[in-house]
């Protein structure tokens, strides 16, 4: 479980978020909507901890999270959390698999073999089979999106963050991404996406709201 209370941030001096409580649950999927600018990338980044934050507490299970113990942090956001961000962050000089693969050099534990078939079967789950060898610079969008989405799955993380994930993607990939979060979700995967896209609300298990740096549940 992820749970934050009381959180207040400022860019800038400039309030974010004040005194903002919100809980996402293993095997939900929680959504944060909210304008452009209203600070849903800040939110997401915070829980990955990768932004820090003025006051409140923030924890997942039982351990609370301090953004200055980044060793701990870092090492379980590279194991526990998938984290689908905005602009991809893809390296465009490296091809599909390479992408897909990426966080697992990083991993000591996971044997290569293992990991090289979990990237080929998750890129034939998301028709990217016939591209592996293609360099991401030359692939299109919706290419890109499904890249980073498989690239996040790759160790098989019990937290996935996702920060827009289907702004690129035609109906056919639409209904692929819904069909891989729910099965996420049936795997027990706790699920945090933050959206504009209304399509989403229909798997959704709660809806959050951030407005004028309020942060509300909306059902
Ligand atoms: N590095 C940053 N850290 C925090 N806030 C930023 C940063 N860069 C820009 N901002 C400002 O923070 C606000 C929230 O941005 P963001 O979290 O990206 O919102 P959203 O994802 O909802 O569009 C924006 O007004 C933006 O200008
Ligand atoms: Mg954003």
Redesign the pocket.
């Known amino acids: 479980m992820i749970r934050i209370d009381g959180l207040t ?1 400022y ?2 001096k400039k309030p ?1 978020l004040i005194n903002t409580s919100f809980i996402a649950e293993k095997g939900q999927i929680t959504l944060l909507t ?12 915070i829980i990955a901890g990768l ?1 820090a934050f003025d006051s409140g507490t923030y924890w997942i299970n039982d351990d609370k999270i301090d953004v200055r113990n980044d060793q701990w942090m870092s090492q379980f956001r590279n194991k526990e959390i998938g984290y689908i961000v ?1 602009d991809y962050a893809l390296i465009s000089d490296y091809s599909v698999l390479e992408n897909i693969l990426l966080t697992s050099f990083y991993n000591k534990n996971h044997n290569k073999q293992d990991a090289l078939d979990k990237a080929t079967q998750l890129a034939k789950n998301f028709g990217l089979s016939e591209i592996l060898d293609k360099k991401v610079k030359r692939i299109s969008g919706g290419q890109k999106q499904r890249t980073a989405i498989a690239r996040s799955l790759i160790l098989d993380p019990s937290i996935i963050l996702a ?2 994930p289907t702004t690129h993607l035609d109906e056919e990939n639409f209904k692929l991404i819904m069909q891989l979060f729910e099965s996420l979700k049936e795997a027990n995967t706790l699920l945090i996406i ?1 959206t504009h896209d209304d399509r989403i609300k229909l798997i959704a298990d709660k809806i959050y709201r ?1 407005e004028d740096c309020l942060l509300k549940q909306q059902s």
């Open positions: 941030k860019y800038h974010l909210g304008k452009s600018g209203a600070g849903k990338t800040t939110l997401l980044n932004q905005q920060d827009e933050a951030i």
